[in-house]
């Protein structure tokens, strides 16, 4: 079945510091790939997707490049602000019809 | 911007008994979907809704699990009766379409379910 995994948490990283969360997922044919993102108190908020291989998605200086090679999407910031703090979550959509979602990363930016 | 919302916020019940988790989609969206995540776990799929049925339910949705629309703008998460493991936050989702994966599923912020 479907799957992604998503690096272990939590991330604690210095303003202005470049972030990567790993992403890498499994699937039959050829998925789309997201990024959610939750802030807290708040619902699930798509913050990029791509859906096909070498698609980059890209939004709020949030990047990620569908590789199917490495059956791979990682999310990348070159500087990061204390408003990025939040949970962060790989998704795939695939043949099956539905979200499947990684674990989550929970992401601090202290100033 | 529209967004979808869900009522309660948070809600706590016994063992045992029926809950009902309510959610307001997006108003011209046709997919409708609910989610749980317990905590420190993963957000996994419960079940899809299109045209007054089901369209997809994941081996989670058991007979105990119910899904409705019963009026042309609530969408609504029925449990029959509560266990302990169904502690989680339900999250409802919906979407202009649901066969494409391209189509954005956006989600409401979550009602947090305690069972006692």
């Known amino acids: 079945g479907n799957s992604v995994t998503q690096m272990e948490g939590p991330v604690t990283l210095s303003e202005e510091a470049f972030l990567t969360i790993n992403c890498t997922y499994t699937?039959?044919?050829?998925?789309?790939l997201f990024w959610y993102v939750q802030y807290p108190g708040e619902g699930l908020q798509l913050l990029l997707k791509?859906?096909?291989?070498?698609d980059k998605g890209s939004n709020k200086g949030f990047e990620a490049t569908y590789r199917k090679e490495t059956t791979s999407f990682h999310l990348e910031k070159g500087s990061v602000q204390v408003s990025d703090s939040a949970v962060y979550f790989c998704a795939l959509w695939g043949s099956n019809y539905k979200l499947t979602f990684g674990k989550g990363t929970l992401l601090t930016v202290n100033p | 911007e529209p967004e979808v919302t869900q009522t309660p916020s948070h809600q706590v019940t016994q063992m045992g008994q029926e809950v009902i988790l309510r959610c307001v989609p997006i108003s011209n969206h046709l997919y409708f979907y609910w989610y749980r995540q317990i905590l420190g776990q993963k957000v996994e799929f419960l079940v899809s809704f299109y045209n007054n049925e089901i369209s997809e339910k994941s081996e989670i949705f058991d007979d105990q699990f119910s899904v409705e629309r019963p009026d042309g703008s609530n969408f609504t998460l029925k449990i029959r009766s509560t266990k302990l493991e169904d502690s989680a936050m339900y999250f409802c989702?919906?979407?202009?379409?649901?066969?494409?994966?391209?189509?954005?599923?956006?989600f409401g912020p979550g009602t947090r379910l305690l069972v006692l």
């Open positions: 699937a039959t044919g050829y998925p789309s």
């Open positions: 989702a919906s979407s202009e379409e649901g066969r494409q994966g391209a189509w954005t599923q956006y």
């Open positions: 791509a859906t096909k291989a070498d």
